[in-house]
């Protein structure tokens, strides 16, 4: 009889254990997205959720969208950025632009 109830306990521990575990696993994408700072990042928790009551359906997918997203390239595969002025460096060359067009147009007036 002791056994029994060992055999019991034992039982609901390791269902516990493979129903956490599998939990675990499904929020892997959302964990990926949090911890990459996703701007999906509320969709892709949603979606795990829906993808573990749907047998996984969705979780390869998942796993590609939180992915996809790295807070120092944003979204694709480029390796660099782009070494782009700031703004105060634009509105400069414009301006001299600017006004060497006006000195070209004043002497050509008669």
Do not use: C
């Amino acid at each position: 009889m002791t056994l029994d109830h060992i055999a019991l306990a034992l039982l609901i521990v390791m269902m516990l254990l493979v129903a956490y575990g599998v939990v675990a696993v499904y929020g892997i994408p959302y964990e990926i997205a949090k911890r990459r700072h996703h701007p999906h990042q509320d969709a892709i928790g949603a979606a795990t959720w829906v993808s573990l009551f749907t047998l996984g359906a969705l979780w390869p997918f998942l796993w590609i969208w939180a992915m996809s997203y790295r807070p120092d390239r944003g979204w694709g595969v480029s390796t660099g950025t782009r070494n782009l002025p700031d703004a105060s460096t634009l509105i400069a060359q414009f301006e001299k632009r600017l006004m060497a067009l006006e000195r070209a147009r004043t002497t050509q007036v008669p």
